[in-house]
């Protein structure tokens, strides 16, 4: 049985749903059949087997439309696996150690009982929404921290658990 994978996202600059697609291309290597879409586009989780659902982070918190996906599904995904990431640190401290979950990711993580949830580095360059990414960008502090590498990596992990048989 193909298992249908869901990896929805909360972008607002586009970089959250640039690791989403990178998620969706290594979890559909793996022989899953994976849809990635915009957080605010799904309506139902009910024809999928699992869920991988990201968000930007943004003064410490998730991206509205991965928070309101969330909420509004909060049901659904306690009854499937269930892996969230977060992408926002503008340096590169998300590759050199685990950062923990800001505290409303980590109380989705706990409601729904997701079965991990990672940080990566975010990128924050060239034309941006929103007037504080905006000031971040002109004073020199943006750029691009995403590691594809570690990226792969966790989505790889995700795939061997959603493949390997049950015992």
């Known amino acids: 049985m193909d298992r249908k994978v869901?990896?929805?996202?909360?972008?607002?600059?586009?970089?959250?749903?640039?690791?989403?697609?990178?998620v969706g291309e290594v979890l559909a290597g793996r022989g899953l059949d994976v849809e990635v879409r915009a957080a605010s586009e799904v309506t139902d989780v009910a024809g999928y087997d699992a869920?991988?659902?990201?968000?930007?982070?943004?003064?410490?918190?998730?991206?509205?439309?991965?928070?309101?996906?969330?909420?509004?599904?909060?049901?659904?995904?306690?009854?499937?696996?269930?892996?969230?990431?977060?992408?926002?640190?503008?340096d590169p401290s998300?590759?050199?150690?685990?950062?923990?979950?800001?505290?409303?990711?980590?109380?989705?993580?706990?409601?729904?009982?997701?079965?991990g949830h990672i940080t990566f580095g975010g990128r924050l360059e060239g034309e941006v929404e929103g007037r504080l990414a905006r000031m971040i960008v002109n004073s020199?502090?943006?750029?691009?921290?995403?590691?594809?590498?570690?990226i792969s990596a966790w989505a790889a992990g995700v795939a061997r658990e959603l493949t390997v048989p049950a015992e």
């Open 94 to 115: 998300a590759s050199e150690r685990d950062i923990p979950a800001a505290p409303g990711v980590q109380r989705v993580a706990d409601r729904i009982g997701s079965r």
């Open 6 to 22: 869901l990896v929805a996202y909360g972008s607002t600059n586009g970089s959250t749903a640039e690791i989403a697609g990178r």
């Open 140 to 150: 020199g502090k943006g750029g691009d921290y995403r590691d594809f590498d570690r």
């Open 51 to 90: 869920v991988v659902l990201g968000g930007g982070l943004y003064a410490g918190r998730w991206q509205r439309d991965a928070r309101r996906f969330a909420r509004r599904n909060r049901t659904a995904l306690a009854a499937r696996p269930v892996w969230l990431f977060s992408s926002g640190p503008l």
